[in-house]
């Protein structure tokens, strides 16, 4: 039988002497929605249109999924909530280190709630301690990046930025996930570092880490009756994983 060609190249570097090229390190989990359905995840949702997938708008490739989140749907595991779930998917370890990468367009009509954020992008503990333990939030200001890591301490802001709607943002995180203060993360915004902490406690004490979830989360009230938002390339990888492999479109700016 012919040898396929990586494994003849490992050969002939094996026979000379030579140190097989570095592999590339394999994506823990992929939700690109390129499947044209909702496989990819699991999904917490009041109703069977709550999520759904489309063709437009997408970041990349023909596909993206789009959130609809409705002040009179009924609460869905303690709170009104259209989402995706990486819980069962992708197994996190306490103190490993680890690479999210995902797309949210928050279209022109959104209206955050007038008294709350609305959470887009979570990392939910495990058993039940504070959570999130970091998150990505809207409101009338704009972005709000929280965590909720140290039990019995306020919440803390990462930092606050600009949204601008009807545009893909583009989200990196790079974390270790620790409940001593040897924890970090580091979030980029469409490329951008807007955070980088060390030296910090970023996990309520469990044994396993937090599992990434992104949808909606408390986006409506009786002032906002409706509101839809879109996802799209979510990544994850873990030791050895780089910016590139989990940056949405591989880091390739968004179309206007």
């Known amino acids: 039988m012919i040898p396929t060609l990586p494994i003849f190249l490992a050969f002939m570097l094996a026979v000379c002497g030579l140190p097989a090229p570095a592999q590339s390190p394999v994506l823990l ?17 009041a109703r069977d249109d709550s999520i759904a997938i489309v063709t437009s708008p997408v970041r990349d490739g023909k596909f993206a999924a789009r959130t609809l989140l409705r002040s009179s749907d009924p609460e869905v595991h303690g709170g009104q909530r259209a989402e995706f779930s990486d819980r069962k998917g992708t197994k996190i370890e306490m103190n ?37 333990v970091l998150a990505i939030r809207v409101n009338r200001e704009g972005w709000r990046l929280t965590s ?20 893909w943002t583009d989200w990196v995180v790079h974390v270790r996930w620790s409940a001593e203060r040897t924890g970090f ?17 970023t996990h309520y004490p469990e044994v396993l880490g937090p599992y990434a979830k992104f949808g909606q989360y408390h986006s409506v009230d009786a002032l906002v009756p409706v509101n839809s938002v879109f996802f799209d390339e979510y990544r994850v ?20």
Do not use: C, M
């Not at 890591?149 to 606050?160: E, F, H, N, S, Y």
């Open 29 to 45: 989990k992929v939700a690109d929605f390129e499947t044209a359905d909702l496989s990819q995840l699991s999904l917490q949702q």
């Open 96 to 132: 490993g280190e680890y690479w999210y990468g995902l797309s949210i367009l928050v279209p022109e009509d959104f209206r955050p709630p007038a008294e709350s954020d609305a959470v887009l992008f979570q990392w939910h503990t495990q058993q039940g301690g504070p959570s999130p």
């Open 148 to 167: 909720d890591a140290v039990p019995g301490a306020k919440r803390r802001t990462l930092a606050r930025l600009p949204l601008v709607k009807g545009r």
């Open 185 to 201: 993360w580091t979030i980029w915004q469409n490329g951008r570092e807007v955070v980088n902490e060390r030296d910090i406690i």
């Open 237 to 256: 990888a873990g030791t050895g994983g780089s910016y590139e492999r989990v940056a949405p479109a591989a880091g390739k700016p968004a179309r206007p």
